[in-house]
């Protein structure tokens, strides 16, 4: 399994970016994928989940986790953005089983993408 994210920068407070993260490999590997975030001297945090069409988002509102049609790009919008939001973006695959906000519980990583708000 291969994962490739994209679309982070540099983008002022209240503006909006969206991630991509391009999967590729078995469909049950990437049935179930996910948004993590690091910010600089902290633990690595669950964004959101996505798994066939149901999603699960800690940050509502503001973020929107969706699939193309072809389910093989997972995306992130993120609106109204806050300087507290900055960090790398990590898209995650092969979920397999626990607590799905927990890093160990999946196991694949794309290489990350930085988004940097500024105030």
């Known amino acids: 399994v291969q994962l490739q994210a994209s679309g982070g920068g540099l983008v002022q407070a209240g503006g909006s970016l969206k991630l991509s993260c391009a999967a590729s490999?078995?469909?049950?590997?990437?049935?179930?994928m996910a948004w993590f975030r690091q910010a600089p001297g902290k633990e690595r945090e669950f964004v959101g989940r996505?798994?066939?069409?149901e999603v699960t988002i800690p940050v509502k509102g503001r973020f929107t986790i969706s699939r193309d049609n072809g389910k093989s790009t997972l995306n992130l919008q993120m609106n109204r953005l806050r300087p507290e939001d900055t960090g790398i973006y990590y898209c995650?695959?092969?979920?397999?089983?626990?607590?799905?906000?927990?890093?160990?519980?999946?196991?694949?990583w794309g290489q990350g993408t930085q988004v940097t708000v500024s105030s």
């Open positions: 996505i798994r066939s069409s």
């Open positions: 490999g078995p469909t049950v590997t990437t049935s179930s």
């Open positions: 995650a695959a092969g979920f397999h089983g626990g607590d799905e906000t927990l890093r160990s519980a999946w196991g694949y």
